[in-house]
Protein backbone atom coordinates (compact mmCIF):
# COMPACT_ATOMS: atom_id res chain seq x y z
CA UNK A 1 0.00 0.00 0.00
CA UNK A 2 0.85 3.28 -1.22
CA UNK A 3 0.44 6.64 0.16
CA UNK A 4 0.94 10.04 -1.78
CA UNK A 5 0.31 13.97 -0.18
CA UNK A 6 0.71 16.26 -2.88
CA UNK A 7 1.08 19.55 -1.88
CA UNK A 8 2.00 23.08 -2.98
CA UNK A 9 5.51 25.15 -1.60
CA UNK A 10 7.73 24.05 0.71
CA UNK A 11 7.70 23.24 4.53
CA UNK A 12 9.04 25.93 6.32
CA UNK A 13 8.16 25.92 10.40
CA UNK A 14 10.21 23.35 12.37
CA UNK A 15 7.33 22.21 15.01
CA UNK A 16 5.67 21.22 11.41
CA UNK A 17 8.66 18.96 9.93
CA UNK A 18 9.00 17.51 13.80
CA UNK A 19 5.34 16.77 13.39
CA UNK A 20 5.61 15.35 10.07
CA UNK A 21 8.65 13.17 10.85
CA UNK A 22 7.05 12.14 13.70
CA UNK A 23 4.16 10.90 11.95
CA UNK A 24 5.67 9.73 8.88
CA UNK A 25 7.46 7.05 11.43
CA UNK A 26 4.18 6.13 12.76
CA UNK A 27 2.97 5.61 9.49
CA UNK A 28 5.75 3.59 7.95
CA UNK A 29 3.88 0.37 9.87
CA UNK A 30 1.23 0.36 7.28
CA UNK A 31 2.32 2.36 4.34
CA UNK A 32 4.90 3.30 1.99
CA UNK A 33 4.25 7.20 2.10
CA UNK A 34 5.66 9.97 -0.75
CA UNK A 35 5.67 13.34 0.70
CA UNK A 36 5.74 15.15 -2.92
CA UNK A 37 5.95 19.06 -2.72
CA UNK A 38 4.94 20.77 -6.12
CA UNK A 39 6.59 24.27 -6.81
CA UNK A 40 4.79 27.08 -5.93
CA UNK A 41 3.23 30.46 -7.39
CA UNK A 42 4.24 33.58 -6.23
CA UNK A 43 1.08 35.54 -5.08
CA UNK A 44 1.47 39.47 -5.83
CA UNK A 45 -0.09 41.92 -2.88
CA UNK A 46 -2.70 42.89 -4.91
CA UNK A 47 -3.27 40.32 -7.28
CA UNK A 48 -6.48 40.71 -9.53
CA UNK A 49 -8.83 37.49 -9.65
CA UNK A 50 -7.76 36.95 -13.56
CA UNK A 51 -4.06 36.67 -12.12
CA UNK A 52 -5.35 34.53 -8.76
CA UNK A 53 -6.70 32.04 -10.64
CA UNK A 54 -3.97 31.63 -13.21
CA UNK A 55 -1.96 30.81 -9.94
CA UNK A 56 -4.32 28.07 -9.30
CA UNK A 57 -4.24 26.51 -12.69
CA UNK A 58 -0.60 26.82 -13.00
CA UNK A 59 -0.27 24.93 -9.63
CA UNK A 60 -2.89 22.51 -10.39
CA UNK A 61 -1.20 21.62 -13.43
CA UNK A 62 1.64 21.02 -11.22
CA UNK A 63 -0.37 18.80 -8.81
CA UNK A 64 -2.35 17.18 -11.61
CA UNK A 65 1.37 16.06 -13.12
CA UNK A 66 1.63 13.78 -10.51
CA UNK A 67 -1.32 12.11 -9.70
CA UNK A 68 -1.71 8.27 -11.07
CA UNK A 69 -4.66 7.40 -13.30
CA UNK A 70 -5.45 4.59 -11.02
CA UNK A 71 -4.94 6.21 -7.75
CA UNK A 72 -7.75 6.51 -5.47
CA UNK A 73 -8.32 10.26 -4.53
CA UNK A 74 -8.56 12.44 -1.59
CA UNK A 75 -8.45 16.32 -2.16
CA UNK A 76 -9.59 18.45 0.55
CA UNK A 77 -11.39 21.31 0.62
CA UNK A 78 -13.60 23.50 2.95
CA UNK A 79 -16.52 22.73 1.25
CA UNK A 80 -16.10 18.92 0.65
CA UNK A 81 -17.48 16.06 2.69
CA UNK A 82 -17.31 16.03 6.67
CA UNK A 83 -16.46 12.26 7.79
CA UNK A 84 -16.15 11.36 11.57
CA UNK A 85 -12.98 9.28 11.62
CA UNK A 86 -14.34 6.24 11.80
CA UNK A 87 -16.11 6.67 8.50
CA UNK A 88 -12.90 7.65 6.68
CA UNK A 89 -11.31 4.98 7.91
CA UNK A 90 -14.14 2.77 5.90
CA UNK A 91 -14.04 4.53 2.91
CA UNK A 92 -10.18 4.39 2.66
CA UNK A 93 -10.13 0.47 3.62
CA UNK A 94 -13.10 0.38 1.07
CA UNK A 95 -10.77 1.83 -1.65
CA UNK A 96 -7.56 -0.36 -0.94
CA UNK A 97 -10.15 -3.51 -1.44
CA UNK A 98 -11.32 -2.06 -4.74
CA UNK A 99 -7.89 -2.74 -5.75
CA UNK A 100 -6.89 1.17 -5.25
CA UNK A 101 -2.35 0.39 -4.74
CA UNK A 102 -2.25 4.22 -3.92
CA UNK A 103 -4.15 6.43 -2.12
CA UNK A 104 -3.54 10.16 -3.51
CA UNK A 105 -4.25 12.94 -0.88
CA UNK A 106 -4.00 16.92 -2.08
CA UNK A 107 -3.89 19.51 0.07
CA UNK A 108 -4.03 23.30 -2.57
CA UNK A 109 -1.64 26.43 -2.10
CA UNK A 110 -2.67 29.58 -0.17
CA UNK A 111 -5.46 30.45 -2.84
CA UNK A 112 -7.01 26.73 -2.76
CA UNK A 113 -7.56 24.49 -5.62
CA UNK A 114 -9.67 25.04 -9.19
CA UNK A 115 -12.82 23.29 -9.27
CA UNK A 116 -11.69 21.55 -12.58
CA UNK A 117 -8.94 19.45 -10.19
CA UNK A 118 -11.35 19.23 -7.17
CA UNK A 119 -13.95 17.41 -9.91
CA UNK A 120 -11.32 14.74 -10.16
CA UNK A 121 -11.74 13.63 -6.76
CA UNK A 122 -13.26 10.16 -5.53
CA UNK A 123 -13.73 11.66 -2.34
CA UNK A 124 -13.90 15.70 -1.59
CA UNK A 125 -13.07 15.72 2.14
CA UNK A 126 -13.37 18.60 4.23
CA UNK A 127 -12.19 19.06 7.93
CA UNK A 128 -14.93 22.11 8.81
CA UNK A 129 -15.86 25.15 7.77
CA UNK A 130 -12.60 26.71 8.95
CA UNK A 131 -9.85 27.91 6.78
CA UNK A 132 -6.58 25.98 8.27
CA UNK A 133 -3.41 27.36 6.93
CA UNK A 134 -2.08 24.68 4.03
CA UNK A 135 1.70 23.79 6.15
CA UNK A 136 -0.92 23.62 9.20
CA UNK A 137 -3.41 20.88 7.16
CA UNK A 138 -0.38 18.58 5.85
CA UNK A 139 0.02 17.74 9.81
CA UNK A 140 -3.73 17.37 10.51
CA UNK A 141 -4.37 15.24 7.53
CA UNK A 142 -1.14 12.87 8.32
CA UNK A 143 -2.61 12.41 11.97
CA UNK A 144 -5.94 11.36 10.37
CA UNK A 145 -4.60 8.78 7.97
CA UNK A 146 -2.54 7.14 10.99
CA UNK A 147 -5.87 7.07 12.74
CA UNK A 148 -7.67 5.77 9.92
CA UNK A 149 -5.03 3.14 9.87
CA UNK A 150 -5.15 2.48 13.47
CA UNK A 151 -8.70 2.61 13.56
CA UNK A 152 -8.43 -0.52 10.65
CA UNK A 153 -5.76 -2.14 13.19
CA UNK A 154 -8.39 -1.98 16.25
CA UNK A 155 -5.83 -0.12 18.13
CA UNK A 156 -7.16 1.75 21.52
CA UNK A 157 -5.14 4.98 19.84
CA UNK A 158 -8.63 6.02 18.70
CA UNK A 159 -11.29 6.10 21.58
C1 LIG B 1 -5.46 28.25 2.94
S1 LIG B 1 -6.46 27.02 2.26
C2 LIG B 1 -7.11 27.77 0.81
C3 LIG B 1 -8.18 28.73 1.11
C4 LIG B 1 -8.98 29.08 -0.12
N1 LIG B 1 -9.62 30.35 0.09
C5 LIG B 1 -10.06 28.01 -0.37
O1 LIG B 1 -11.23 28.27 -0.10
O2 LIG B 1 -9.71 26.89 -0.80
C6 LIG B 1 -5.30 25.94 1.49
C7 LIG B 1 -5.74 24.52 1.32
O3 LIG B 1 -5.83 23.90 2.59
C8 LIG B 1 -6.85 22.92 2.59
N2 LIG B 1 -7.80 23.28 3.67
C9 LIG B 1 -7.77 24.36 4.49
N3 LIG B 1 -8.77 24.31 5.38
C10 LIG B 1 -9.46 23.17 5.14
C11 LIG B 1 -10.59 22.54 5.72
N4 LIG B 1 -11.24 23.08 6.75
N5 LIG B 1 -11.00 21.36 5.20
C12 LIG B 1 -10.36 20.79 4.15
N6 LIG B 1 -9.28 21.34 3.55
C13 LIG B 1 -8.84 22.51 4.04
C14 LIG B 1 -7.47 22.91 1.19
O4 LIG B 1 -6.88 21.89 0.42
C15 LIG B 1 -7.09 24.28 0.66
O5 LIG B 1 -6.98 24.27 -0.75
Redesign the pocket.
Known sequence: MKIKIITVGKLKEKYLKEGMAEYQKRLSRFAKLELIEVKDEKTPENASLAENQQIIATEGKRIEDKIGPRDYLV????E?QQLPSEQFSKQLGQAMLAGHGTLTF????????TPAIKKRADLL??????????QL?RLVLIEQIYRAFMIQAGSPYHK
Open positions: ILAIGVIGGSLGLLSFGKLTLPHM
